[in-house]
Nanobody
Framework: QVQLVESGGGLVQAGGSLRLSCAVS????????MGWYRQGPGNQREWVAS???????NYADSVKGRFTISRDNAKNTVNLQMNSLKPEDTAVYYC????????WGQGTQVTVSS
């Protein structure tokens, strides 16, 4: 019943920016904690950022100060603004609901060069 569709990835040079979006069906992001995760080449999926149902945000140390998670209640989307991108940010990015572990979407590829 829950569907997660990530988009917005692409190829960008180091220092550049991208904005990812997760379209959510089946749950209201306005009332749910949501988060972003990523899986890089040869790496395990790791948590990147999340917000609570009340809107409090948390970030992994590796992205703190560079990434911003947000939600658009009207569009029922979860967004991730990524600035000052580094090559180590290269990964497939996914969204999900912490603790619930709904079926993962296909993710969106982010590739940071140089």
């Amino acid at each position: 019943q829950v569907q997660l569709v990530e988009s917005g990835g692409g190829l960008v040079q180091a220092g550049g920016s991208l904005r990812l979006s997760c379209a959510v069906s089946g749950i209201a992001v306005s009332r749910a904690a949501m988060g972003w995760y990523r899986q890089g080449p040869g790496n395990q999926r790791e948590w990147v950022a999340s917000f609570t149902s009340s809107g409090t945000t948390n970030y992994a140390d590796s992205v703190k100060g560079r990434f911003t998670i947000s939600r658009d209640n009207a569009k029922n989307t979860v967004n991730l603004q990524m600035n000052s991108l580094k090559p180590e940010d290269t990964a497939v990015y996914y969204c999900n609901r912490p603790g619930f572990n709904y079926s993962w979407g296909q993710g969106t590829q982010v590739t940071v060069s140089s």
